[in-house]
């Protein structure tokens, strides 16, 4: 199915997220969409496949300018998303997830849509069981399940957002060989990444948004420095790690116990120096968010000490770990870092620690003007935080934070963000280094782990690694202790030294 | 842009009031009753004379007090349906103090400041139990509230018919009387008192710049919006919330207070009149805007006081203007709901 767009505008408020954008897709391509977070790629998406309306434009399907009302008249029309965090039930079966969606029946025919699971896996090449609960699958095959419902329902044209965050290498080649073969079809697909080598590797044509406009468009073979331009408008390099001596110890952990329903941390020993980094690798649930949640006062410890700029804060509540300059950032930006429905001004106001009784708002609205101007967020002191998106947030995040800290405990920092938003969020986190600020993050991302830690700790069910010398590390190190080998190899090395 | 919504805010709230108008009148058709004559005698009963329109304002009064606590509770996420039962303990307190101090040789002024601020603190006290239940025992505000009121009523009638009954046998009519120079003074004639009509109109005031302008008003946005970004924020939650509980307590205390002290000068078995629920209903009908509360609160009391004479005209019961008031309440919101789906939020 052809797919074209024409003068597509979309405003949030004072955000103009989509800026007369210009589309046209012939069937059996698969178009690439780049762009950095905020670009705009995630609206235009949503226009296409109903969840949003656009202010103005036209879209055609074959020629024909359409109307799409909603995401299941989208369906009806032939146009299918998958979205970054697949949208299923996963405490359902397989086939039940399948049935949903359907429209025209009061009676779903479970054979026949068992049938058509079969029919469906067997031609693109998916192990999935139709009698399986989605809660036992992995993102990959929620993927592939997601691919087979679309394509049962009707879909011609395929979104997928993000497809390759979160999926194995292996995975992400059968998603691959996958859109290949779907495309040779003739369904269109639309593959919007950030991720430069998997739309070099995969589409036959590109376009790139940045703030909201469509800046250009590209064929293969790609010039990658032309497309990082296209994106960012410049280019960029990224930083030197800052070594540093251990001067001074900020942080001490003596013996520290840590229990969960799930797992048990025991006797883990530290001494953080000021102005270090160390990273925490692990699968997610392996511990680490529970140590950096003890380290916070957020959980508390049910053994050993924490010791703070040579302060006994065991046991202490989140509040006085805060007033002895600890700052915890959660992963969970709208969940648990800022509140929605508060604008900009407010999150600003009330980050900053005041005595007095009355707000002086004037004063407030001035400092969000700093704040938004120095730490470059797209946004205006009236924004509310659900308005800004993702790397927007994460700026406002680090904007919020207070002037001068000892401790600052990270939560995937940089998750879902584009290269340049994590560059320059990493460049404001060793400013602070530079100042004394030390730093525990979790990252689940390998490299960033390696190239911004001094040292690395590594977590494996309930098991912690002392700290390593990043330096002495690499990736294929780190992965299999992550994965749970070489655990004896360390231990005997600890007992050793 | 912002004009335009303005303007279309206003649209869907006319339409809101006319449906809410139509709909009162097919009711009125159904019961078989003339409902122009039913909305004229309203409009005489609350504003045909000086002394009926000085009566709305005596109801309007302590819906001002329940509204403005509501606000502070609703701005921290909380559903304070137990205010009914704050203004309830708020009334028992003030009885109290008053039936503690009447022999006293104090001056009455002061026996009369001393009884209202005795109700303020019962109010609180009430609310700080429903705030307790909530943050120490998990209990979901609604249901504490709920409770929490019908232990105030049974409290109220146990009072009248028990300790506190009038010499001889107890009845529905309340206790006895105060005598009269602990009355709060009122203007000749009326039955509005003009210490009342300063501390609800000071109470509204008070309030708009406690949640526009100071930290605490901030603070109590940010748990009501998000308590878990708030915590991490460093505001103190679950104090937060408590203050809310007691502050609005405090208000629901003094309407408490006024209704014996200003009104009734003793303590009758529905002594809160329904004024909680008639200020949840007027905070919900604002939107939370305390702009907009004393307009909305004194259409309330007019509705209240003009159905008064219903009965008598058209042998209709007054609570006409309960079914008028919570069916405006609900075109309202539908309105609002039905903008937001149409036009977008904002």
Known sequence: MKVELQDIHKTFGAVHANVGINLNIPAGTIQGILGENGAGKSTLMKVLSGFIHADRGKILLDDRPVLIHSPADAIHQGVGMLHQDPLDFPPMMVLDNFLIGQVGSVFPNRRKASAAIRDLATQFGFSIDPQTYVDSLTVGERQQLEIMRLLWLGAQVLIFDEPTTGISATQKLKLFSTLVQLAEQGKTIIFVSHKLEDVESLCDQVAVLRQGSLVGEARPPYQIDQLVEMMFGKTISVGERTSSRCEDVLLSLRDVCLDDYRLQIRDVGLDLCSGEIIGLAGMEGSGQSLFLRACSGLVRTTGGKVILNGRDLTGSSHHVFKRNGVAFLPAARLEEGLASGLDLTEHFVLSEESKKFFVNWDKGRKLARERISEFNIRGTPVSTVESLSGGNQQRALLAMLRVPLSLLLLEHPTRGLDIESAIYIWSKLKERCKQGTSIFFISSDLEEVLQYSDRVMVFFSGHVSPPLGSGRLNTDLLGELIGGRGWDELEQRSQDG | ?346
């Not at chain 2, 019961?31 to 004559?37: F, G, I, Q, R, S």
């Not at chain 2, 005698?41 to 000086?50: K, S």
């Not at chain 2, 559903?79 to 039936?99: D, K, M, S």
């Not at chain 2, 009326?190 to 526009?212: E, H, M, Q, T």
Request: contains cysteine; positive net charge.
């Open chain 2, 1 to 346: 842009m912002v004009k335009r919504n303005v303007w279309l805010n206003i649209l869907f709230q006319v339409v809101a009031v006319l449906l809410a108008l139509g709909f009162t009148t097919l009711v009125l058709l159904v019961a078989k009753a003339p409902p122009l004559e039913a909305y004229k005698n309203i409009i005489i009963g609350g504003l045909g004379t000086f002394k009926k329109f000085s009566d709305v304002l005596v109801a309007w009064l302590p819906l001002l007090l329940t509204t403005s606590g509501l606000l502070v509770t609703f701005t921290a996420g909380l559903w304070n349906i137990g205010i009914e039962g704050q203004v309830t303990l708020g009334a028992i307190f003030t009885t109290w103090a008053l039936r503690l101090l009447q022999e006293s040789s104090l001056p009455p002024a002061l026996i009369i400041a001393i009884a209202i601020l005795a109700g303020m603190l019962g109010g609180a006290l009430w609310a700080s139990l429903a705030g307790a239940l909530k943050t120490f025992g998990g209990v979901n505000e609604i249901f504490g509230g709920l409770g929490l009121n019908f232990i105030a009523t049974a409290l109220t009638i146990w009072l009248i018919f028990g300790p506190w009954k009038r010499p001889g046998t107890g009845s529905m009519s309340g206790t006895q009387p105060f005598p009269e120079e602990l009355w709060l003074p009122t203007f000749p004639d009326l039955r509005l008192s003009p210490w009342s009509l300063v501390l609800g109109i000071l109470a509204l005031v008070v309030i708009y710049f406690l949640l526009r302008g100071t930290y605490f008003g901030l603070k109590l946005k940010a748990v009501g919006r998000n308590i878990r970004a708030a915590f991490l924020l460093g505001v103190p939650t679950w104090q937060h919330m408590m203050l809310a509980f007691i502050v609005c307590g405090l208000f629901a205390g003094l309407a408490g207070g006024l209704q014996v002290t200003a009104v009734y000068h003793r303590l009758i078995p529905s002594i809160s009149s329904g004024y909680g629920f008639a200020g949840l209903m007027v905070a919900m009908l604002v939107n939370y805007q305390a702009l907009w509360v004393a307009p909305v609160a004194l259409f309330f009391a007019f509705l209240n006081i003009g159905s008064i004479q219903l009965p008598i005209v058209l042998k209709l019961d007054s609570t006409l203007s309960g079914v008028l008031q919570g069916i405006l309440v609900l075109f309202v919101l539908m309105a609002e709901g039905a903008r937001q789906r149409l036009f977008g939020k904002r």
